[in-house]
């Protein structure tokens, strides 16, 4: 996987017309690509490409050759969304910002994102629809669930994992070889030094189990 966006996609279409899709938006834009339409309940400023219902965007992305990047933030809907167009048997390549830097060795599943100025280091794997957010650090050999985020300046270091469906808030460090569990969210800033079990919440220095009221 080399660093930046795939030259070969040079047209997309964005689900979702919210604050992440607009993330998308830029970094397509200044990766030089075009951005064809987007879908979806569209807020705050204008879009200045058209907003389409799913058959029309579907429909466009297949007729233009486009490809498709999930700008959702909300993981459990960006999963399905992923679903949604992988039945349509719509294109999702990775998204890689072009001031992301991505290990020639690292894997990236489709519908994933790296936004500006994250890492990803060698032979670290992630899933389908990740979201890297800005300036995250995911290091060497580290292995991150489908569905996951991993929030704006988090660091997971070496042989870390993230289970699918999980959060790991904005700052947030996740030591070596950490495993973090399915559908469990980690706080912004908390600091892990021991495995966090499937759907729990951990917050603090060092990060502790709270209870979360449902």
């Keep these: 996987?080399?660093?930046?966006?795939?030259?070969?996609?040079?047209?997309?279409?964005?689900?979702?017309?919210?604050?992440?899709?607009?993330?998308?938006?830029?970094?397509?834009?200044?990766?030089?690509?075009?951005?064809?339409?987007?879908?979806?309940?569209?807020?705050?400023?204008?879009?200045?490409?058209?907003?389409?219902?799913?058959?029309?965007?579907?429909?466009?992305?297949?007729?233009?050759?486009?490809?498709?990047?999930?700008?959702?933030?909300?993981?459990?809907?960006?999963?399905?969304l992923l679903?949604?167009?992988?039945?349509?048997?719509?294109?999702?390549?990775?998204?890689?910002?072009?001031?992301?830097?991505?290990?020639?060795?690292?894997?990236?599943?489709?519908?994933?994102?790296?936004?500006?100025?994250a890492h990803v280091g060698p032979s670290a794997s992630l899933g389908r629809g990740v979201v890297v957010n800005t300036a995250a650090v995911i290091e060497h050999d580290a292995v991150i669930g489908d569905g996951s985020h991993i929030a704006p300046a988090a660091v997971l270091l070496g042989a870390a994992q993230v289970g699918p469906g999980s959060l790991v808030g904005a700052g947030a460090r996740v030591l070596p070889g950490i495993r973090i569990g399915a559908g469990a969210a980690v706080g912004a800033g908390a600091v892990v030094v021991a495995d966090v079990p499937d759907d729990a919440v951990v917050t603090g220095v060092p990060a502790r189990r709270v209870e979360v009221r449902r």
């Excluded at 039945?87 to 994102?113: E, F, I, K, M, N």
């Design 1 to 80: 996987m080399s660093d930046g966006l795939r030259p070969d996609v040079s047209s997309w279409v964005l689900i979702g017309a919210g604050g992440h899709a607009r993330v998308l938006h830029d970094v397509l834009v200044r990766s030089g690509a075009s951005v064809l339409a987007v879908n979806g309940d569209a807020r705050g400023p204008a879009w200045d490409v058209p907003v389409l219902d799913d058959d029309a965007l579907a429909a466009l992305a297949t007729s233009a050759g486009a490809a498709v990047a999930l700008g959702v933030g909300d993981d459990a809907r960006r999963t399905r």
């Design 83 to 117: 679903a949604w167009a992988t039945q349509r048997g719509l294109a999702l390549p990775p998204l890689v910002a072009s001031t992301a830097t991505v290990a020639r060795s690292a894997t990236l599943g489709a519908g994933t994102v790296v936004l500006e100025h």
